[in-house]
């Protein structure tokens, strides 16, 4: 048998969970008030499995629209003098450097969105990209994974604290709406279903790997394993 390295198993691609908490809907217009990444990594049996956080509250731009609506939602008081704020630019940047370093030890090409209604997410990630003129985003600027959407499919729910309940796992409504753990309890989810449907990778790998689209996997001796794993 041989090992699943990560660089196959998203194509060259590394999944990276990215919430945002924000002052509304538009992501040209509203605050960026939190933002947190959640590593994905894969086990030496081939399961995905939640790695390192890192989440950072941000300083509202210059003339951003902060809706007291999502305020109340999320109970973040972007003024407040205790809050750790740091400017957008530098929260991309430090959250940039980790997901390029994960990347590289990967041996992935480039990192992947994943998010909860992840167009929200990565919306805003590009808007704020832009606005403070990053030249180095190691984020694909279109495609992502989508676990509500995955949600839907494999739990027939999508509502976040719905479908981590259904998933087993376990839910805190007092901790939600801070990026850090949706993006936690996101990249659970984002596993939970990429290893319950590990039977169907396995088979479509194959199938991939004889139509001479993949090159074989890499065995377990020279991964620098031990064992034998799938």
Known sequence: MSRILMAHRFRGFLPVVIDVETGGFNSATDALLEIAAVMIELDADG????????????????????????????????????????????????????????????????????????????????????????????????????????????????????ATVVANIDWDASSAHSARYDAERTADLFCSIANTSRESYLRAEERARLLGWIEPAIPVSDAGGEGESA
């Open 47 to 162: 399961n995905l499995r939640r790695g390192e956080s890192h989440s950072f509250h941000v300083q509202p731009f210059a003339g951003s629209n902060i809706e007291p609506a999502a305020l109340a939602i999320t109970g973040i008081d972007p003024h407040h003098p205790l809050r750790p704020a740091i400017p957008e630019r530098d929260a991309l940047q430090r959250v940039f450097r980790e997901v390029r370093t994960a990347v590289r030890a990967a041996d992935c090409r480039r990192a992947v969105l994943v998010g909860h209604n992840a167009a929200f997410d990565l919306g805003f990630l590009n808007a704020a990209v832009a606005r403070t003129d990053i030249k180095r985003n190691p984020f694909h600027p279109f495609s992502c994974f989508d676990t509500a959407t995955l949600a839907g499919v494999a739990l027939g729910q999508t509502v976040l604290a719905k």
